[in-house]
């Protein structure tokens, strides 16, 4: 296959003809396939269904000498305070567990730090006149969209092959306005970005004008590897506090893509001042959290050496399907040189970088034929991507097969909306 750019206008208008011919045959297939968000698919969510067998005798209900059914325990109960804090490399009791979404406790924290101020806020943030907020971009769209609702100023920070660009971090935190940066520092999304070493010591290490920066770190994808062996990381509320920053982090994670997204488990990791902040500010609003529903965790997952293990369940029907992901661009589009994109071992997203200006026509093209995905500009503040380019690919939730005729369609639209570009 030929370069697309190297064509001469004649190669290019027979190459059209042909693809548009491709498209018109698959959109008459009348497919409904759906790759818009990383959910876990079917295979996945049947392989841990069993966690519902567990609990059935009444001393499983009994955690610690805590009956897990009645009321108390805010923070979580201990034995699921060890599991996460085994699982993230922190102390149980920076750890607090929630409900099923780490979102809420994220959304939550924004919230609290909005009406009521954080441990170190010199007033709430409703009483500041601007309230900026970094966004790593791409990135992920619900992250912005807790940020946008409280009417924040978001901005965009590039990502780079370590993470965020530090040198624009670094400068931006001279504003005091800057109140804080979201961050997914493994495997992030969408990119798959590992942080480098050197990223998080200096983030760690930030000396911001604000006393009341806010590091959010949303260590979603921790032991999400679908590709190698497990990638250790270095635990963030330590590295802060060895900087002189030690409430200047709140970690989340999730057993959402470990076992049900819908009935999991949540957590947040933070200083012990932070904690007890956060705590006086929880008690006005909840007694507490699903404690039942973390008695089942502990019960399944046991600790991190096992819930690594059904790690690499998971992992044996992820891996294939970004194999088909990567794969198909490989053959299909990188002759031509129409797009750039990511190699992941582990997370839930391929991002795809397209020609500037053909990102929302292709997915057009793609929700014509039948194909769904995630939203053209989605991966970038207020959902406005400058070069119309950033492609997030969730291929997750359809089975291999289905996955395949998704590619097939997503390629050849890639194709048309390239081709059109180049002119035709």
């Not at 297939?29 to 841990?48: I, T």
Request: charged content about 25%.
């Amino acid at each position: 296959m030929t370069a697309y750019g190297k064509m001469a206008a004649a190669e290019r208008g027979a190459e059209y003809a042909r693809v548009q011919a491709e498209f018109e045959e698959l959109k008459a297939r009348g497919l409904k396939l759906n790759m818009a968000r990383g959910k876990p698919g079917k295979a996945q969510l049947d392989m841990v269904s069993d966690i519902f067998d567990l609990m059935r005798e009444p001393e499983d209900y009994v955690s610690g000498g805590i009956d897990v059914r009645n009321y108390g325990e805010l923070r979580g109960l201990p034995a699921a305070q060890r599991l996460f804090a085994d699982i993230l490399g922190c102390r149980p009791e920076q750890v607090f567990v929630g409900g099923n979404a780490s979102l809420q406790l994220m959304y939550d924290t924004i919230a609290k730090a909005y009406t009521h101020g954080l441990l170190h806020s010199p007033r709430p943030w409703c009483k500041e006149k601007t309230v900026k907020w970094l966004c790593p971009a791409p990135g992920y769209d619900r992250h912005f969209k807790v940020t946008e609702s409280f009417g924040f100023d978001l901005v965009a920070i590039p990502m780079t092959g370590e993470g965020p660009d530090m040198d624009a971090v670094e400068e931006a935190v001279k504003d005091p306005a800057v109140k804080g940066i979201w961050c997914v520092p493994k495997y992030s999304n969408p990119d798959g970005i590992i942080y480098s070493d050197e990223t998080i010591c200096r983030i760690a290490a930030l000396r911001p004008a604000a006393p009341d920066f806010t590091v959010m770190w949303d260590n979603a994808y921790c032991i999400h590897e679908f590709e190698g062996e497990y990638v250790e990381f270095p635990d963030i509320l330590a590295l802060c506090a060895e900087a002189g920053n030690p409430d200047m982090v709140f970690e989340f994670a999730s057993t959402s893509k470990i076992t049900l997204p819908g009935a999991g488990v949540s957590c947040f990791a933070c200083s012990e001042a932070n904690m007890a902040h956060m705590e006086k500010l929880m008690a006005a609003q909840v007694i507490s959290f699903d404690k039942v529903n973390q008695q089942r965790h502990v019960l399944y997952l046991k600790d991190k050496a096992h819930t690594l293990e059904l790690m690499k369940r998971h992992a044996a029907i992820m891996g294939p399907k970004f194999r088909c992901v990567t794969d198909t661009l490989d053959r299909e589009i990188a002759p031509l040189e129409i797009a750039s994109w990511k190699r992941p071992k582990g997370g839930y997203f391929v991002s795809l970088n397209a020609m500037p200006g053909t990102a929302k026509r292709t997915l057009a093209l793609c929700k014509e034929a039948g194909v769904t995905m995630t939203g053209a500009g989605a991966t970038f503040p207020y959902g406005k991507d400058p070069e119309d380019s950033n492609i997030r690919i969730a291929p997750s939730l359809p089975p291999v097969e289905e996955l395949e005729a998704a590619m097939a369609v997503f390629c050849v639209c890639l194709k048309l909306a390239a081709l059109e570009k180049l002119g035709v």
